[in-house]
């Protein structure tokens, strides 16, 4: 459960901001939440949902989670396929070895405050 | 009490909301930690590897035997996570080589912050400020330990004949962050259902970087690969 760690980094970088522009009151977060992340998106959101109805900034923020697809790599003709899923093969060559690039990310894209 | 949110704040607050463009990793903090301490290591003179698997598959029993045989060769230190005890690093300091234990108290995995207070600590340890081999032995756990960069140079995956071949499909993040697979406890191998050359394919269509080797600490088969790698990667 990495997962609760990584909110209590988010809450405290949430209260900076807030302090940063002077606003009490957090009314999105919108994350963006790589499939290769190793973050479990369902885990993320219950942790949020419990830490951060305990904590006035945050009691009715609401979090949105997007999630950028890795693009790969295809180790036989060097082409970069960009799916939702990881392909089975090249479709230019078959190759079967395709090297994942990106998708591991977990960004804190945009908040909005008052 | 405010009118216009029903908030405690005077009246003459703001209610504009804000759009804050952040776009900054949560993961920022621990990145930037890490880069440091590769820096830190780097100044001991060492190569840094982070080992991660699931609980028991056989860390510290293949650092022991790795200490054993290169011992007299290489500068070994050794950085042990555990959640709670500090067994794993006595079993290394009998082996004589630097060793401190780092206790997360609960944590399922180590980050960048304690390698840094782990850095420091083994500084003071006999012989821990001059390394060419750093080990850093994680939680055992191989979900958690995956996501956080601790400084290492390169990163070893195990996972145990009785784990199963089917741990890349599962756990692919470990696999993906990797550059060493080892299929570990391979005298086991007659005793499980467990194919090897399956499994090194499918951590390969997983990541088609990774160097993986099967070995055995007890029977010191395979061992040869391994004790080539650490050489090679000390060599720089
Ligand atoms: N048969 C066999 N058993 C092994 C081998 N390597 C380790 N073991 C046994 O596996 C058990 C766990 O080994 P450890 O080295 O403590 O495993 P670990 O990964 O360090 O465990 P944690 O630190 O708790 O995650 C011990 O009982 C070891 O004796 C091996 O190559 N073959
Ligand atoms: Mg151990
Ligand atoms: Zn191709």
Not at chain 2, 78 to 92: H, P, S
Request: aromatic share 4%; charged share 25%.
């Amino acid at each position: 459960m990495h997962e609760m760690s990584l909110v209590q980094g988010l809450l405290s970088q949430l209260h900076e901001l807030a302090r940063e522009h002077n606003k009490t009151k957090v009314i999105t977060v919108c994350m963006d939440i790589g499939p290769l992340s190793g973050v479990v998106i369902d885990s993320f959101q219950f942790g949020f949902d419990i830490l951060s109805a305990e904590d006035p900034l945050t009691r009715s923020a609401s979090l949105v989670i997007e999630s950028t697809p890795a693009t790969y790599l295809c180790c036989g003709c060097g082409k970069r396929i960009e799916e939702e899923l990881k392909p089975e093969a090249c479709p230019a060559c078959s190759e079967t070895l395709l090297s994942p690039e990106g998708g591991d990310d977990i960004i804190l894209r945009q908040v909005q405050m008052e | 009490m405010c009118d216009s949110c029903g908030c405690d704040l005077t009246p003459d607050h703001s209610h504009d909301s804000k759009v804050i463009d952040v776009h900054q990793s949560l993961l920022a903090a621990n990145t930037a930690m890490a880069e440091k301490n590769r820096v830190h290591i780097e100044k001991m003179g060492a190569v840094a590897i982070n080992m991660i698997s699931s609980p028991g598959s056989g860390k510290t029993t293949l650092l022991e035997k790795t200490i054993e045989a290169m011992k007299d060769r290489l500068r070994i230190g050794v950085i042990e996570g555990d959640i709670e005890t500090d067994r794993d690093a006595a079993r290394i300091r009998a082996k004589g080589v630097p060793v401190i234990q780092l206790t997360t108290g609960g944590a399922c995995h180590l980050d960048a912050a304690q390698i840094h207070k782990g850095l420091h600590l083994l500084e003071k340890e006999p012989g821990g400020d001059q390394l060419d081999l750093l080990v850093i032995e994680n939680v055992g756990n191989l979900v958690c330990p995956a996501t956080f960069d601790l400084g290492e140079h390169h990163r070893v995956v195990l996972v145990s004949v009785p784990e199963g071949p089917d741990k890349p499909a599962k756990y692919p993040k470990a696999f993906i962050s990797s550059q060493v697979f080892i299929i570990s406890k391979t005298d086991l191998l007659p005793y499980f259902d467990f194919p090897v050359e399956e499994a090194k394919a499918e951590a390969l269509q997983l990541n088609p970087n990774l160097l993986v080797m099967d070995l055995s600490a007890t029977s010191g088969e395979g061992f040869e690969q391994w004790l080539h790698y650490l050489t090679t990667i000390c060599q720089k």
